[in-house]
């Protein structure tokens, strides 16, 4: 009986949760006119649209510790798989490390990292088998992982603290982020690195989002017509939406910004692999990769 009134409530979460995202259909991305007013948002809905990444340019103000708490506080309430928390942040204040870590630096920077090795510890001290040796255990982490740090993010800009999210650490050496974090060689996997502070200017455009087709798929999902993808090559190539990173992309003799994109910016990461990546060799150091030999 209890199973069946979980599957039940499962279920009737799951339909008012696809509802919902029915109706977000055609809504535009920020950078282009929004079908919401600005005016009807409340102070959480206006604190996600004013969200906005300082790459680096922050300065030497610290954050008062009672902030960097609160922010904790708020990262961890985020939705996670059987409330597990299968993820550790690592609390960084020193400058120099956080550039080694992760290239940049602020007044302070948590490292996120999907983590199982409290799980092994209470359930070895509990007496119990606990595995998590899979792509499974780790992509579940994964989503705990990112959970937390977006919250964060949000947790900071309602009081003031701009944030940069990077995959810096994932950049170089990797191995240099355990090393200098103490970080454990298994059932640990550092994710992302989130650098909070108070910018040096005030950036002169928010970047643009890209909304409605394309991004939000009503019911089933729907592959964009030629005549769609030529609307969305517009909306990055329109200079008043602020998708692109590089805005000289016309100037150095590009036709749209995506054949920048694609061909500058991304060429050199096609093709497959042919050898194991720094990444995957340590992701199966950690025990995330199945059947290994």
């Known amino acids: ?33 929004s079908a919401v007013q600005k005016g009807s948002m409340n102070e959480t809905l206006k604190t996600i649209h004013n969200l906005r990444t300082i790459h680096g340019n922050f300065n030497d103000k610290s954050i008062p510790e009672s902030l ?72 579940t982490a994964g989503m705990d992982t990112m959970l937390a740090a977006q919250t964060a993010v949000i947790a900071a800009r309602s009081m003031g603290i701009d944030s940069l999210l990077t995959n810096g650490l994932h950049r170089g050496d990797m191995e240099r982020v355990w090393k200098i974090l103490n970080l454990p060689e298994q059932f640990c996997f550092p994710m992302i690195a989130l650098v909070l502070g108070y910018p040096t200017e005030e950036p002169a455009v928010d970047k643009g989002r890209l909304g409605g ?21 517009s909306q990055y190539d329109n200079p008043d939406n602020h998708l692109a990173l590089n805005p000289d992309w016309s100037q150095q003799g590009f036709t749209h910004y995506q054949d920048w994109l694609y061909s500058a910016w991304l060429g050199s990461r096609t093709g497959p692999p042919t050898e194991e ?17």
Request: hydrophobic share 40%; proline share 3%.
């Open 213 to 233: 087709v394309g991004i939000v798929h009503e019911a089933t999902y729907h592959h964009p017509t030629p005549e769609e993808l030529d609307a969305i090559t």
């Open 1 to 33: 009986m209890q199973t069946k009134l979980r599957r039940r409530h499962f279920l009737k979460n799951g339909l008012a949760a696809g509802g919902a995202m029915v109706l977000l259909k055609g809504l535009p991305g920020r950078g282009a006119e």
């Open 277 to 293: 990546t720094p990444m995957f060799r340590l992701l199966k150091r950690a025990g995330y990769v199945d059947l290994q030999h």
């Open 68 to 139: 960097i708490q609160e922010i904790l506080h708020a990262s961890v309430q985020a939705a996670n798989a059987s409330n597990m928390q299968s993820y550790s942040i690592v609390v960084v204040k020193d400058r120099e490390t956080m550039q080694a870590v992760c290239g940049y630096r602020g007044s302070c920077m948590f490292v996120y990292c999907v983590d199982h090795t409290r799980h092994h510890a209470s359930s070895a001290h509990l007496g119990h088998a606990y595995r998590s040796d899979s792509i499974v255990s780790f992509v």
